[in-house]
């Protein structure tokens, strides 16, 4: 077990957390992701176009083992906003679709578009008169 006062990777780790208001540690960079979760992750944070931090794990083995311990979440990417764990890909997946990631970062999310109130036409029919 690592002592928590003494190591430093641990307070790297926790430094970048608290000044960036949005960081993403994942495998690979935004430009380069290394696995798919990481690169459907950042394909989400940059079509809200919030800007956010990165964090590359592959480089140190230390850097993933300390962040887990501290977030007491297993899997990488890891998105946090504000110091707090929103969770990984699928959490954000879910929270991106259904517009609560737009809403913790802070974005407005566009209205739907409003329909035409004319009813829609029925479907076409082809009678058989055979």
Not at 40 to 63: H, K, W, Y
Not at 69 to 97: A, H, R
């Amino acid at each position: 077990m690592s002592d928590e006062t003494t190591n430093p990777m641990r307070d790297a780790i926790r430094s970048a957390i608290s000044e960036n208001r949005v960081i993403l540690f994942m495998k690979g960079t935004p430009e380069a992701p290394a696995c798919g979760f990481s690169a459907r992750t950042v394909a989400m944070l940059q079509s809200i176009g919030e800007p956010f931090a990165a964090v590359d794990i592959l480089p140190d083995p230390r850097i993933r083992q300390e962040l887990s311990s501290l977030s007491n979440w297993p899997t990488i990417p890891q998105l946090f906003v504000e110091g707090e764990l929103v969770g990984g890909c699928d959490i954000v997946t879910e929270m991106y679709e259904s517009g609560e990631l737009q809403e913790a970062l802070g974005v407005e999310v566009a209205p739907a578009p409003v329909e035409d109130a004319t009813p829609p036409a029925p479907p076409l029919s082809i009678e058989n008169r055979l």
